[in-house]
Every structure is written in structure tokens, then in C-alpha cells.
Nanobody, 123 residues
Framework: QVQLVESGGGLVQAGGSLRVSCVASGRTFSSYAMGWFRQAPGKEREFVAAINWSSTTTYYADSVKGRFTISRDNTKNTVYLQMNSLKPEDTAVYYC????????????????WGQGTQVTVSS
């Protein structure tokens, strides 16, 4: 099973940008669709973005569409989430997730999860 480690979280002012990364272990990274989810304090974890193995298909939550971009580099076993025009409501722990097969948007469709990285957006 793939193991995932996120990095790149931090504190940023509203309107700023941040890129979080997720490195996967194993030699079959390109077999996995990848996703980003987030969980704000007191709220359930929610879908943010997903990408298929070849980067030809991406999905975004309506709340981040036009501001966030998911991408991947299969040569580096890494998936990224570029976050622009950040808002205080984007504050959450961001989780990377992986699943074999096509990209999905439901939490239950993903098989492996990282430990999360905190993103805090100040107003």
C-alpha cells in the first residue's frame, strides 16, 4: 500500500498563496488517482480536488474552483495543491489521499491517507 506524507502547510494572510505537497512511497505511484481533502475545526472532512494518474482529468469542489490547482509529477511521486486567493474559510488540515483506478471525489473511495498538514489563513 502506498504511504503518503504531506508538507508545505503554514500561516498565510488572506489573499495570499500557498502550495502543499504530498510525496508517495512505492514504485506504483502512477497507478493511483490522487486527491486532496480538508477538515476545519468542528467540521467534517470535505473533498477539495482530485486528479487521475495521467493528469488528464481533474475535479474541484465548487468552493475552491478557480483558486486552487491540483497537479502531479509522477517522476517525483508527488502531488501538489496550489492554493491562491486564500480565504480565512480555507483554514483546515489538508489531507492527501490515494486510490487505485480512476479519480473520485468521495472520501470513502480513497484507500490511503496522509497525516495531514495545517493551513491557516489569517484575515
Amino acid at each position: 500500500q502506498v504511504q503518503l506524507v504531506e508538507s508545505g502547510g503554514g500561516l498565510v494572510q488572506a489573499g495570499g498563496s500557498l502550495r502543499v505537497s504530498c510525496v508517495a512511497s512505492g514504485r506504483t505511484f502512477s497507478s493511483y488517482a490522487m486527491g486532496w481533502f480538508r477538515q476545519a475545526p468542528g467540521k467534517e472532512r470535505e473533498f477539495v480536488a482530485a486528479i487521475n494518474w495521467s493528469s488528464t482529468t481533474t475535479y474541484y469542489a465548487d468552493s475552491v474552483k478557480g483558486r486552487f490547482t491540483i497537479s502531479r509529477d509522477n517522476t517525483k511521486n508527488t502531488v501538489y495543491l496550489q492554493m491562491n486567493s486564500l480565504k480565512p474559510e480555507d483554514t483546515a488540515v489538508y489531507y492527501c489521499a490515494a486510490r487505485l483506478g480512476i479519480a473520485r471525489t468521495r472520501e470513502g473511495d480513497f484507500d490511503a491517507w496522509g497525516q495531514g498538514t495545517q493551513v491557516t489563513v489569517s484575515s
